[in-house]
């Protein structure tokens, strides 16, 4: 009985997939673009949307990093609609789709303009992020440790790309091992270089890809993989550390605003740091959000990819679950699930005054106030307003309209708040009774206080190349014995099952590593 259930889950999820056209064009940022004192690198996350690791490491270098000299294009997510999915590709592998593709394939618009991308004259190298499983090693060791592995290693499709200025590929990557192995934090975490060899062998695969459709174009191209075996700060951090190497070989001047650690990096992964903006009159902030939020407003006969939203991360966007309802996704998290109530929705409105606690301000529609003790809604002709969670006494109104009432802290019911805290709530502005105007959020939490973010010029120092030593077995002896199998040698470069891999999702996690 029980896996007669999951087929038909199985098959419902797979209907609902199908029965909408999920992909996401990916979004492109010029970074000091036109600054010719250095050249222009792209850097890219996300191809496939099951490798979290890659996508919040442009995430956070978007947020946190200013290029003050040459010029960094990032696509911050190769794959939107595979990583809200959290699978390595919605329509099968998006990074072997680039030596041939139907044209009816769903990700063919994307992968033509991931091409015209590369092609372009001013991008001088590229980078690519990707997680892999277990970690990659020239010899078999262990399960965990052989050539079929691709975590934590730099990898190239050939040691040099002739003619091409930047086109020395192995001097590039065995100056980034050297320098992420530097800060390692565990001999077992050690970086190498993995050449493919991909036309040399003839490497089926590996022909298909970005990378080597790169080449092609006589573009120098490198991948950086972390290991799933990792959790997803620490991959962050290592990914980071070949981002800056990368960039210090290069020339390229930037700065930063956190020090470069996993604790760091950890807080800086964190959403309650983080607000949504929906089609330009809801803002919600990420911090605490209740796992469900009902009779939430959105805008009628709009897929959730054409709602716009807007935020300082670029992993957050509106899916439609099996159920019909919203899911709230930052990255493949789930931040919170929004119970639909469509709407018209109108953005003429701009301001509307509030008495907060004891003055009276002009708001824009849209925004998040914070009071004390008290707020009361100043009365406008055509307009109501519904406070979620307070209930006007003696009021049986189907559209309530709570203007020109002091509403205080104790009279809102906790349970429809949007935070876990009870200290949120919506108040909901309609024009002409039913079309949305926007939102304005009442919290009765205090300030965040005013980020001043402290950019500080990073100096790069190379570290000293040495000659790889063969400190693997050593590292390996603690490891449970096994003998290699026909599943070692195969490319193994796949989601690992979900026991052991990724973190488990839930509605509402505590920590970030279940991110």
Known sequence: MRFF???????????????????????????????KRAPTLLLMGGIHGDEPGAYYSTDIFMRHYKITKGSVWVVPVVNPHGMFANMRGVYGDMNRKFAALATNDPDYQSIQKIKQLLAEKDIDIS???????????????????NPARWGNCSVIDQPELNGAKYGDLESFVAQMVADINLHILNPLHRYHVHNTHTKAKNNTEQLKALTFFSLSLGKPALTNEASKELDIPTRVYYHLLAIESLLGQL?????????LNVASVKELLSPALLQIKIEEHITLPLDSLRPFLTHFPLPKNTAPKH????????LLGLVRNTQGNIELKYGSRTISTLIPQYHTFDASLQHIRIKIDEQWQSVPIGSIVYAKDSI???????????????????????????????IYKKDFIPRYSIDTQALSYRAEIYHKKDILSGIVIISFKNPPKPQSSTYQAIAYTPA?????????TAQ??????????????????KPR?????????SPQPTELQKI
């Open 251 to 259: 020339g390229i001047g930037f700065e930063r605003d956190f020090e």
């Open 127 to 145: 980078l690519h992020l990707h997680d892999g499983s277990g970690y990659w090693r020239p010899q078999y060791i262990s399960n965990l440790l």
């Open 497 to 505: 099952p979900k026991n052991t891999d990724e973190p488990k999702l």
């Open 376 to 406: 009361e809604f100043e009365p406008l002709e055509d307009y109501r307003i519904n406070v979620i969670g307070y209930v006007k006494p003696n009021d049986n109104s189907p559209m309530p309209d709570e203007v020109g009432i002091r």
């Open 307 to 314: 709602i716009k939203t807007q935020s300082d991360s670029h």
């Open 476 to 493: 390996a002896a603690s490891l449970p014995p096994t003998k290699p199998t026909q599943k070692h040698i195969k490319d193994n470069k």
């Open 464 to 472: 000293p190349l040495r000659e790889s030593k063969n400190i693997d």
């Open 5 to 35: 259930l999951i087929f038909i889950s199985l098959i419902v999820t797979f209907c609902t997939l199908n029965a909408e056209n999920l992909v996401r064009d990916f979004a492109l940022y010029k970074l000091n673009e036109n600054d």
